[in-house]
């Protein structure tokens, strides 16, 4: 488990993280969403310990991450910018790893390589993008570290290879102890895949939710009623986040079961009625817009 308890840090007159408490448990998809400044690079590389906090506590089960190489070696990190020697190659980089994890798997190493079409021969320097960062979540995969830490994995990854890479995720948990954390500024990039969403917003942690338990409790609604009188009568009834006409059609976002939310509706006798699914982003919308935030500029 990874907890975060009042972690500041500064860079000069930049407060990069203010005073954020956070918590990590074993073995779900955490994703860290925000814009760009937000804080999550600084966070990422405190957690894993490249950096130290200015103030508060970073703990990885239950022991202090920073010069602590016990801990440290149950932690793989992708930054956004892979680093790689000069003229390395594939197999180059993974006898590296393999000197600083124990756990390193050079045959699982060369299998992934082979099932993501890369050439572990290769010039690493003639790479796209997209190869680079998939060459990065295949070492970190190889490392069987306990932790993974993806600062926008995905960015530069192909519809197809960001598909690959969430199943290869999702095999891992079912196989083993592991957590990754994913970081990046776009919602719809974590929607299928994680099991936990945190909003940071200027350096702190602005939701954090299970996205089961947020997706139970938060429906949207659409329906028509024979009166006007009724409308106002079941805006009042409901826990109503949003709400919004179009003609005749009253659409509703509200928080509940679909259950509780959906015999509100009945008792109405309405002409029609329907659950509508709900996207993470319009989750976010209605919790944010509650907060006081408008999602659209956080995230724009």
Not at 130 to 155: H, P, W
Not at 159 to 182: D, G, Y
């Amino acid at each position: 488990m990874i907890q975060t308890k009042n972690v500041c840090k500064k860079f000069e007159d930049v407060m990069a993280v203010r005073d954020l408490t956070l918590t990590i448990h074993e073995g779900e998809v955490f994703g860290l969403v925000g814009t760009n400044g937000a804080g999550k690079s600084t966070l990422l590389r405190m957690l894993c310990g490249i950096l130290k906090p200015d103030q508060g506590c970073i703990q990885i089960d239950e022991k202090e991450v920073y010069e602590n190489e016990k801990v440290k070696g149950k932690i793989f990190y992708i930054s956004d910018e892979a680093y790689f020697f000069a003229n390395a190659t594939p197999r180059e980089m993974g006898n590296y790893y393999k000197k600083y994890y124990p756990k390193f798997d050079m045959q699982r190493f060369s299998d992934f390589l082979e099932q993501f079409g890369l050439n572990k021969n290769s010039k690493i320097g003639n790479f796209s993008k997209g190869m680079r960062k998939q060459l990065s979540v295949i070492l970190g995969m190889s490392a069987n570290t306990e932790y993974l830490l993806c600062d926008e994995t995905f960015d530069g990854l192909d519809p197809v290879m960001r598909q690959a890479v969430k199943s290869l995720f999702a095999a891992e948990i079912m196989n083993r102890k592991f957590t990754p954390v994913i970081a990046s500024h776009n919602l719809r990039e974590l929607e299928d895949i994680c099991d936990h969403v945190g909003l940071l917003h200027k350096g702190g942690i602005l939701l954090s939710r299970d996205l089961e338990d947020m997706k139970f409790h938060i429906h949207k609604v659409q329906c028509v009623l024979r009166e006007k009188e009724d409308e106002k009568q079941l805006l009042k009834e409901l826990e109503v986040l949003k709400h919004e006409k179009q003609g005749s059609l009253l659409i509703i976002t509200a928080r509940g079961t679909r259950t509780e939310i959906m015999e509100r509706v009945e008792c109405r006798n309405p002409l029609f009625a329907e659950i509508i699914p709900l996207s993470l982003e319009e989750i976010f919308i209605s919790e944010t817009e509650v907060a006081g935030y408008e999602i659209k500029n956080l995230l724009s």
